[in-house]
């Protein structure tokens, strides 16, 4: 029996040969894409930890600002206290420095003008007490109360010159005397907060509310 020839490969017909083109174009794009999408993927990994370490400076530097801010206040701050109980008048002075002089301004509701001290620094019921009684007149005889007040202060300490500018509440008693009305007393002085910058009208607002 005599052996065929080994038959030739079967040609490529023409719609082979183009699609064999676009399996391998597929291939190339699909590579591509996997190259482009690395890089894009490491571009924003490399933006995203710039930003972050971006932000966590600039918390930092607000937070080193806040902290600068709070001790520079602090140092500022007088902080008055009163010396004694109270009664007629009532004495202050600076917790860590010595007070030279402060303007003492009362709500506007109130009618009474600025009150100022120097050297000996004293709160008076006097100042007051004549518009308290008239505004009230309705009240009962006996009435504890507060009354907010702007104190602008200077002091002298360890620091060097120190200034505040702060609301505090002067704490009064009103008691009945005989055949003669009604007593303001003096007791207490208690730090509310720093001053804003339209502190009359606050002033109005908390004597009102």
Known sequence: MTDLPPSEPTPPTPAEKAEAQAIRKRWITLGELVAVAGVIIAALTLWNSFYERRDAEQVRQDERRA?????????RRIGLVATDEGGDTLGFKGVECALQAT???????????????????????????????????????????????????????????????????????????????????????????????????????????
């Open 67 to 75: 902290a600068q801010e709070t001790a520079a206040a602090e140092r």
């Open 103 to 209: 303007t003492i301004t009362f709500p506007p509701a109130l009618g009474v003008p600025p009150q100022f001290t120097v050297t000996v620094h004293e709160i008076h019921a006097d100042w007051f007490a004549k518009p308290l009684r008239k505004m009230t007149e309705s009240e009962r005889d006996h009435r504890d109360g507060r009354i907010p007040v702007l104190i602008e202060s200077q002091c002298l300490g360890a620091g060097g010159a120190r200034n505040e500018r702060a609301v505090y509440d002067i704490v009064y008693r009103m008691e009945p005397r005989f055949l003669q009305g009604r007593a303001v007393k003096v007791r207490g002085l208690v730090f509310h907060e720093q001053a804003g910058t339209n502190a009359k009208a606050h002033l109005d607002a908390l004597w009102r509310r």
